[in-house]
């Protein structure tokens, strides 16, 4: 069987190969996928199959130097999938047990997996249990722009060409807009357009969505990550440090706009601040996400 | 690479991915909304779970897809590859023949596609495409709309373990042509004797579509040569402790032959190194297609000074790699055409 030699000539290869990083890695992945397509492949009907699935095959790379077949080559593979199956077997009785049904042939447990003609229903009716809506929360705060942090960011020919108009075109909108879609709407052009949104309009909205992230706000406080981002500074401005930045732009209520914090630094050049939060702040703070 | 050639790597998703796509789909304003977050996570969850498979580090707290805000506003799919960067994984629904990658996902190492069918236990990941650094530059200037990216234009996973490793990286036998090779590839006269050169001690092996009346190494356009020097560490052999080391020198012959559009000729010969007067016994060379079965071989007689594998008629976009081994100890020489 053709299926035999593969299987033989992968086992040889992953085991020649274990010195080898790259090498072995790219064996190791055949494998995984031989034994995936092998017909002999224990199958189950549990819905935890697939997570039991997974944990063997994570087993089977660990441990495939320790597979000791009974057989010379080129007639182990039988003995190999024996071996992949001897596991999976333990793994899905396992699952049985926990359980409490200890007969897997009289066990029929109904499989929750949703699949993709009925993902919209279960998807419409968890949102419509769910309390907290953080993509509802945010969506709102852009359709409503309350602080005017959106609004108030615009091409310089046209204040109605803001990133609040394109943050509704381009990620609320269903289905959402191109900017060279919306350059066209607007008579503008593509190039300035795209320059604009990418760097004023996403940087906005990246902030927007950590001021969303209550976790993280919490984080932030705690003496640990407060002494960390205080320590990191725009040169020459202390005050313009992480820390500073964080409490300014995501804990105040309302939001502090960076030009004003600019200001009040006095730093000549609003890039600067942004530049630095970008650059330096949000890597630490991303650090941190739980 | 045609979608139909691609090996296509299936991936379980175990009901934690279900629960955590669940989680963040149940957050989001609309069911469309949702329904973009639901795969977008089980496609970034398929591929670390196939990475940790692999032992490749992934971490998915910094992935921005897992951070609320950030997952509500913008169409992202990232995985994040501690000290290497940012990889968009990218959900196919049945019957796409491309994938779209948002202009908000446009500063990744690379970008895999990941196949979703009507069942939703597994997935498949079908391949690779990396976003070189003049498209990086390209994308983050110009991405006025999505970036396209064709089923078709796909690479095997192996391109993306090649991306994670890049101090393994490939010989690009095309580059070779135009005058680049890495530091270790010399010069044959460097490391090959005359001696061994002219020596008439030796076996032949082809494989390829050129016939026999077609004699490949004069007929080509233009053709590079480099040799490079391959050390192989023995364990002691019965009653002997300690270790052995062999050098070999591998000779890689690339001919542009002008009948054949395109195509390269590749001859690989290995001679002793200077210290020695033949190669070594047990010796044994092979010539490895993609999928890593063996196409072509050879195991030179006592004595040998040279032993040669001659691939004829390689066409644009294959690669195949040299294994070289003596017992139980071996090293590994890739290539692309």
Partial sequence: MCDDQRFQDLLDQVNQRSELRLQRERCLSKLLMQIQQSPRLLRNRHPDYYDALDRTLLWVAKKIEGFEPDKPPPTQSEDFMKWVNRYLSWRITELYRSDGRNDIAKSNIPDPTPSLSSLDKLIKDLQAKQLKRTGQEIRTYIEQDPEGILGSCHLRQNSAYNCQVLAVRIHLQEPPATVRAVAAEFGVREQALYTHWRTKCQPLLRLIALRFDEPLKQEIVSPELKESLSQVQLEGHPECNCWNLSEQLLLTNPAVGVQEIAQAMHLPRVADVWQHWEGKCLPILKQFRS | MSIATLLRMPVPLPREAHAKAAQFAAEQA?????????????????????????????????????????????????????????????????????????????????????????????????????????????????????????????????????????????????????????????????????????????????????????????????????????????????????????????????????????????????????????????????????????????????ESVWTELELLDCRPGERFSVRISIGESSVIEEFCV
């Fill in chain 2, 30 to 302: 609309t069911t469309a909304k949702g329904k973009q977050v639901y795969l977008n996570t089980l496609a970034v969850y398929a591929v670390h779970t196939y990475l940790n498979w692999l032992e490749i580090s992934t971490d998915l707290t910094q992935s921005d897809c897992w951070q609320p805000g950030l997952r509500a506003i913008f169409d992202i799919a990232d995985l994040a590859i501690p000290e290497v960067g940012l990889l968009e994984c990218r959900p196919v629904l049945p019957g796409d023949a491309a994938f779209a990658v948002p202009i908000s996902a446009t500063d990744r190492i690379g970008y895999v596609a990941v196949q979703f069918q009507e069942d939703l236990n597994t997935v498949e990941l079908l391949g690779f495409v990396r976003a070189a650094a003049d498209q990086l530059a390209q994308s983050a200037e110009q991405a006025i709309a999505p970036i396209e990216i064709q089923l078709q234009d796909l690479l095997p996973l192996d391109a993306l373990l090649n991306l994670l490793h890049p101090e393994a990286a490939i010989n690009d036998l095309r580059q070779w042509l135009e005058g680049q090779f890495s530091e270790k590839w010399r010069s044959v006269e460097e490391l090959v004797p005359s001696r061994f050169r002219n020596s008439r001690s030796g076996s032949r092996s082809a494989m390829g579509s050129n016939s026999p009346e077609q004699e490949p190494r004069y007929a080509e356009a233009s053709s590079v040569t480099r040799a490079t020097a391959i050390q192989l560490t023995q364990s002691g052999q019965s009653g002997q402790s300690g270790q052995l080391e062999q050098t070999v020198v591998l000779v890689v012959q690339v001919l542009s032959v002008v009948a054949a559009e395109n195509s390269l000729n590749v001859c690989l010969k290995l001679y002793p190194d200077q210290a020695s007067t033949c190669l070594p016994s047990q010796l044994k060379v092979a010539a490895l297609d993609e999928s890593g079965t063996v196409i072509l071989e050879s195991q030179p007689k006592e």
